[in-house]
């Protein structure tokens, strides 16, 4: 996620590091790049424009240029000012005091509405809400069906009636109030934002129910478009924030910069695959370190938490951080990371990561590389497993043969943990630089 | 009105997002300069045409301003619109079929493009050229996708083989060509689930339904198609690039251009990647969708 917006920022401050001192023109230079690496990002352009002057103007100050570190400086900059763009804080949903909350769906076509409004659902629901999903697209084929079908799988129920969306939308909210449900998320139809015919149905529909939170469900592949449209929502039915969608892909998601510097709203969600609870609160702060490729370790932690009991994620932290890292910790963690979802998208989370194109090109293994690490892990003795700098030649070939794999996959295997082991040294390090303040020659990206 | 005329008619926010905001750059110039180069990279950027083939246009605009002696801004416009056609190229793109039934196009894209609807629209373009269609509803993952495919096969008057939701893809293909044969189809459109680009195991699944596909008909897939959403912005080179990777893309479908002020996409996709454009979707209706013709379309949004 974001991946090339942060290789490419951290190959600019990478040559504007190795400078000892700073010159008015190497901030340019660096400027530039950085705009151009936004551009491509699909950063909307008069976003891109003010967030370049605004960090000029602070980058080129006095101060910058007398420090010693002006290339941290500079990258500190940066990233207050991406988590700034995108709405410094993680916001939540408003609720009603007087139940039901009603949380109305609205975007264009594809955008992700329909499977949004059932995670939203499913989201709430483990939040000990009681949920009630309406089915207010009446005109793509199947919508509805679409919607009872995830409401069945996530077991919250379905509102849907006739022809008229506004009148379901009523209905339902009636039927909330007199059944108990405490929140209602109605599935608008998508169209386009120049539709008046949709506008003017939409606008009847929070008439009528008077809805507690509009949110707009945008694809955070969408180009330079994505701000007219958000404008176009925003300025007809008052957004109060928005979901970005399918945020697991290769996108760089410019849409998330441009969306909440534009229209003001916050981003509240995000969608990140394609299973029913892969919606996460969005939080902006985060999400600049993620671009910056300063990784985001306490998504990682709380993710941790939420699926590993509270002693286990400390005796993890605590092995994550330990020098003597060896390979029963490996398969601990693997065996963990298992739980925890997809491994592409937790090792996103470690710092350093994203940034680091060929690591991540070598550690590519899917989940089931897993099975065969273990299985691999699992033919080692335990010595083996406490000082792998004991596995040789022989003993290679006892293990691939033990484990059914090759010698070449368990010299793989070896190099793996040794990455790993060094990319933790790594994370330790940054850990102890924030402490202290930034510190030269220990960001992740410069290894 | 002619199918021209549908087309700028249909075109109106491309035209108002690209060649009037390059208009408007020229004409509020008395002369050539830098700065109104620098305006319309900016111009072509909004346009999601992409910074490094903004930067080529505007570069070769420039050095052909010179060797013609171009003095007047507004003789930049013809210029701008015979760069863009060299990149597109001004013919339409010809379908590849092979000469003897069935002609099996392969349906895929990331989530949400449109694939669905277009597979209404292009069976019942096909239909209309008096060919027989089967469609197979090889998405079998998304919920209510089989029911969303079998409301457009029933308005394009067509037959479409399906199983139950989640089976296997590949078995579905299986079933379609089978039948094909067995009926003596013309034609097979394939509509696959949605996925995004970087998940392997999805891309994988897609080169089976090919494997599949080229072991009951020979040659087959004959076309795979992409399926774009005009608002897409820089990602849908990622896509270009890894779904021809993964599945040998041979051109797109670019859906939602009636609403789209950009569609820029198109430009550096075929610029990067040489994947031409064959199918233009520009409405909710069956009959909104037609084939893509480069000179037609830039002289709707340039004239």
């Known amino acids: 996620m974001f991946s090339s917006l942060a290789e490419k920022l951290q190959e600019t401050f990478k040559r504007l590091k190795s400078k000892g001192k700073l010159t008015e023109q190497d901030v340019t230079a660096a400027l530039r790049e950085v705009r151009v690496a936004l551009l491509e990002a699909d950063v909307n352009f008069k976003v891109v424009k003010d967030f370049i002057a605004r960090i000029r103007e602070r980058a080129v100050g006095q101060e910058i240029l007398a420090n010693l570190n002006p290339a941290h400086q500079v990258i500190k900059i940066v990233r207050d000012e991406l988590a700034l763009l995108m709405g410094g804080e993680n916001a939540r949903l408003n609720v009603s005091s007087k139940p039901p909350t009603v949380i109305m769906l609205v975007g264009l076509q594809g955008s992700g509405k329909t499977t949004t409004a059932a995670k939203l659902g499913l989201l709430l629901k483990k939040q000990g809400r009681r949920p009630l999903l309406v089915a207010a697209d009446v005109y793509r084929p199947a919508a509805v069906k679409q919607l009872q079908v995830l409401g069945e799988q996530i077991r919250v129920p379905v509102f849907s009636g006739e022809t008229d969306p506004v009148a379901i939308s009523v209905a339902a909210a009636e039927e909330a109030a007199r059944k108990g449900y405490d929140s209602v998320i109605i599935d608008t139809a998508g169209r386009l934002h120049i539709n008046e015919e949709l506008m003017q149905e939409l606008e009847g529909i929070k008439a009528a129910v008077k809805p507690h939170e509009i949110l707009l469900v945008a694809d955070s592949m969408t180009g330079q478009d994505a701000v007219t449209v958000a404008e176009g929502f925003h300025a007809r039915l008052g957004l109060d924030g928005a979901v970005l969608t399918k945020l697991d892909g290769d996108t760089r998601g410019g849409a998330a910069l441009s969306i909440r510097a534009v229209t003001g709203c916050p981003i509240k969600f995000a969608g990140v695959g394609e299973k029913l609870d892969m919606l996460e609160p969005f939080h902006p702060d985060r999400m600049a370190d993620r671009i910056l490729g300063m990784g985001d370790v306490l998504t990682l932690i709380e993710k941790a938490q939420s699926t590993i009991d509270a002693q286990q994620a400390a005796e993890m932290q605590k092995r994550l951080k330990s020098a003597d890292f060896n390979l029963e910790d490996f398969l601990l963690q693997l065996r963990q990371f298992k739980k925890m979802g997809p491994l592409e998208n937790i090792l996103s989370m470690i710092p350093g990561f994203s940034g680091m194109k060929k690591l991540r090109e070598e550690l590519q293994f899917d989940d089931r590389d897993l099975l065969w690490t273990e299985a691999i892990i699992n033919s080692m003795t335990p010595q083996e497993r406490r000082h792998p700098e004991i596995i040789d030649g022989s003993r290679r070939r006892r293990i691939a043969r033990g484990s059914g794999s090759t010698v070449q996959d368990v010299n793989r295997l070896l190099k793996q943990f040794e990455q790993t082991k060094k990319m933790i040294r790594q994370i330790t390090s940054i850990e102890k630089g924030l402490k202290k303040g930034v510190r030269p020659g220990r960001f992740p990206f410069i290894c | ?303």
């Open chain 2, 1 to 303: 009105m002619g199918l021209f005329g549908k087309l700028r008619d249909k075109l109106t926010k491309v035209r108002e997002g690209f060649a009037e905001k390059i208009e408007s750059v020229i004409s509020r110039r008395r002369e050539i300069n830098e700065e109104l180069y620098e305006e319309l990279e900016d111009a072509l950027i909004q346009a999601d045409v992409g910074v490094a083939a903004s930067l080529e246009i505007v570069a070769r605009v420039k050095s052909r301003a010179k060797e013609l002696r171009v003095g007047d801004p507004s003789g930049l416009k013809p210029l701008f619109k015979e760069e863009v056609l060299r990149i597109l190229g001004t013919e339409t793109a010809p379908l590849l079929l092979p000469p003897g039934p069935p002609a099996v196009i392969l349906m895929v894209g990331v989530n949400g493009t449109g694939k669905t609807t277009t597979i209404g629209k292009l069976a019942h373009h096909f239909r209309e050229q008096g060919k027989s269609v089967l469609v197979a509803a090889a998405d079998t993952f998304r919920a209510a996708a089989i029911d969303q495919l079998e409301v457009w096969a029933r308005r394009a008057g067509v037959d479409i083989i399906k199983q139950r939701e989640g089976s296997d893809p590949a078995a579905v293909v299986y079933d379609t060509l089978q039948a094909a044969k067995a009926r003596r189809a013309d034609l097979v459109l394939v509509d696959t689930a949605g996925r995004l680009q970087t998940k392997t195991n999805l891309m994988e699944e897609l080169k089976k339904l090919r494997r599949v596909s080229g072991r009951e008909v020979p040659g087959a897939p004959h076309e795979v198609l992409l399926v774009v959403d005009a608002t897409t912005g820089q990602n849908a080179i990622s896509q270009a690039k890894l779904f021809g990777e993964a599945t040998g893309v041979t051109g797109i479908v670019l859906t939602k251009l009636d609403g789209t002020a950009k569609g820029g996409v198109v430009v550096a996709i075929k610029k990067e990647l040489d994947i031409p454009v064959k199918f233009v979707g520009t409405g909710e209706r069956i009959e909104d969708i037609m084939p893509f013709n480069p000179a037609e379309f830039v002289a709707a949004i340039f004239d």
